[in-house]
């Protein structure tokens, strides 16, 4: 089941938190079945960052509602430049707000908390492999979202001619990001693997010097890549 998981030799590392000891236990034991490796679990947002941090799970199965510290927060703190983590948020709400906020604040996913065990370990692994996972309805609220900060003056952005110089086939996969089409459907689109289009896009985001898939997607807009 391990290797089912993942597609890898070593299972994929989680970990859950939540502040309801019955729902956080059940999320666990549902993924352990699965042969997902949960490395640590955390009832509230200051008690989350520290195991986070200590146990270094791939993928943080994260509620926002949480005591101490807001799940968004939790999230803007372990989620950055030189962090390999996934952030898959697991919330009771499925409010338009909420689900941009923690988009905003890095998260790779949203499911809302009746998504199926089917479902939620489908997100789990696609949320390790960098593919943005939504509860139906709320991708094209997200893409929407995207558009409209591109209207917007982009904050700080970097001096153009500086800008370094992307590839034929970076550029082709940033624009098929820009779209809204997941990294399996890239993938699928240009007839190359999984982890060529993951490849191509971290070597994106470092030549731009952007951190998240959300600045990537509004850089693209910004210059009408997705237009294209």
Same mark, same amino acid.
């Given at each position: 089941?391990? &290797?089912? /998981?993942?597609?890898?030799? &070593?299972?994929?590392?989680?970990?859950?938190?939540?502040?309801?000891p019955m729902w956080r236990d059940a999320v666990a034991r549902d993924l352990e079945a699965a042969g997902f490796a949960v490395v640590a679990t955390a009832g509230d947002g200051r008690q989350a960052v520290r195991r986070a941090r200590a146990a270094v799970p791939d993928v943080l199965v994260l509620d926002l509602n949480l005591p101490e510290l807001p799940g968004v927060e939790v999230c803007?703190?372990?989620?950055? $430049?030189?962090?390999a983590l996934r952030v898959l948020v697991l919330s /009771?709400? =499925?409010?338009?707000?909420?689900?941009?906020?923690?988009?905003?604040?890095? $998260?790779?996913?949203? *499911?809302?908390?009746?998504?199926?065990?089917? &479902? *939620?370990?489908?997100?789990?692994?696609?949320?390790?492999?960098?593919?943005?996972?939504?509860?139906? =309805?709320l991708a094209g609220l997200v893409l929407g979202e995207y558009r409209r900060l591109a209207t917007e003056p982009p904050a700080a952005a970097p001096d153009e001619p500086g800008?370094?110089?992307?590839?034929?086939?970076?550029?082709?996969?940033?624009?098929?990001?820009?779209? =809204?089409?997941?990294?399996?459907?890239?993938a699928e689109r240009l007839v190359i693997s999984h982890r060529t289009v993951q490849n191509h896009v971290q070597n994106t985001l470092g030549k731009l010097q952007l951190h998240n898939r959300v600045e990537l997607v509004r850089y693209a807009i910004e210059r009408g890549l997705d237009d294209g």
């Amino acid at each position: 089941m391990a &290797e089912e /998981a993942t597609g890898e030799r &070593e299972p994929l590392r989680v970990m859950v938190v939540d502040d309801h000891p019955m729902w956080r236990d059940a999320v666990a034991r549902d993924l352990e079945a699965a042969g997902f490796a949960v490395v640590a679990t955390a009832g509230d947002g200051r008690q989350a960052v520290r195991r986070a941090r200590a146990a270094v799970p791939d993928v943080l199965v994260l509620d926002l509602n949480l005591p101490e510290l807001p799940g968004v927060e939790v999230c803007r703190e372990l989620v950055g $430049a030189d962090s390999a983590l996934r952030v898959l948020v697991l919330s /009771a709400s =499925g409010e338009h707000a909420d689900v941009l906020e923690a988009v905003k604040s890095g $998260a790779t996913g949203y *499911l809302v908390k009746s998504a199926s065990t089917e &479902e *939620l370990i489908d997100a789990v692994r696609r949320t390790a492999a960098g593919d943005p996972v939504f509860t139906p =309805g709320l991708a094209g609220l997200v893409l929407g979202e995207y558009r409209r900060l591109a209207t917007e003056p982009p904050a700080a952005a970097p001096d153009e001619p500086g800008v370094p110089q992307l590839t034929d086939r970076e550029t082709e996969v940033l624009r098929l990001v820009a779209k =809204g089409l997941s990294y399996k459907q890239i993938a699928e689109r240009l007839v190359i693997s999984h982890r060529t289009v993951q490849n191509h896009v971290q070597n994106t985001l470092g030549k731009l010097q952007l951190h998240n898939r959300v600045e990537l997607v509004r850089y693209a807009i910004e210059r009408g890549l997705d237009d294209g």
